[in-house]
C-alpha cells in the first residue's frame, strides 16, 4: 500500500510474499469489500431492486466497468 501510495495509485500491480507470485491490489481479497478508485459515488438509502440497473447505466455513461462497495457507518 506504502508503495502505490507513494505514486497515487496509479501502479497497483504487488509481488506477494506468500507464493512469490505477482498480482493486482484490486485483485487481492480483502476481509472487507475494497477498492480503489479515482473518484465515488455515494448513494444514500439505494433500493435493492435498481441498484444493479443503476449500475449498469453508470458503466454505460462512463465507459469503464464500477465496483460496488458497500460502506457502513
Not at 441498484?51 to 453508470?58: A, D, G, R, S, V
Request: proline residues 3%; negative net charge.
Amino acid at each position: 500500500m506504502d508503495k502505490a501510495s507513494e505514486h497515487q495509485f496509479t501502479e497497483l500491480h504487488v509481488k506477494v510474499p506468500c507464493c512469490d507470485g505477482e498480482t493486482s491490489l484490486n485483485d487481492l481479497q480483502y476481509d472487507w469489500c475494497a477498492g480503489f478508485a479515482r473518484f465515488s459515488i455515494e448513494i444514500l438509502n439505494p433500493s435493492s431492486e435498481n441498484i444493479n440497473h443503476c449500475m449498469n447505466k453508470l458503466e454505460e455513461k462512463l465507459f469503464c466497468s464500477i465496483k460496488k462497495v458497500v460502506a457502513y457507518y
